[in-house]
């Protein structure tokens, strides 16, 4: 059940996300932390480092991608979030 749930969960989140960034821009409100937290816990749960540190390293990264890109670029959210999961694995989120 959940493997097909998944994606559609995904779809609804990414378009969800970005209004986020582009409507609040200047605050991490609880839905958006809640967010952040599940993609974190989906995509580096054996983290040792502070889930705040990861989730504003996640969310600095994504409002800048965000706010700078096109609409193209948008559609592509799901790969960015992978790519900024990785670098901040490979820089411990610094």
């Known amino acids: 059940m959940i493997d097909q749930i998944t994606p559609l969960y995904r779809a609804a989140l990414l378009p969800w996300l970005i209004n986020e960034f582009v409507n609040y821009q200047d605050c991490i409100r609880s839905d958006l932390r809640y967010a952040l937290v599940e993609i974190l816990q989906m995509n580096d749960s054996n983290s040792m480092v502070p889930m705040e540190q990861r989730i ?7 409002k800048e991608l965000i ?7 948008k559609k592509r959210i799901d790969d960015a979030i992978g790519l900024i999961i ?9």
């Not at 990785?86 to 610094?94: A, E, F, R, V």
């Open 86 to 94: 990785k670098q901040g694995k490979n820089t411990s989120y610094l």
């Open 67 to 73: 706010l700078e890109s096109n609409d193209e670029a």
């Open 56 to 62: 504003d390293y996640l969310y600095r990264n994504l």
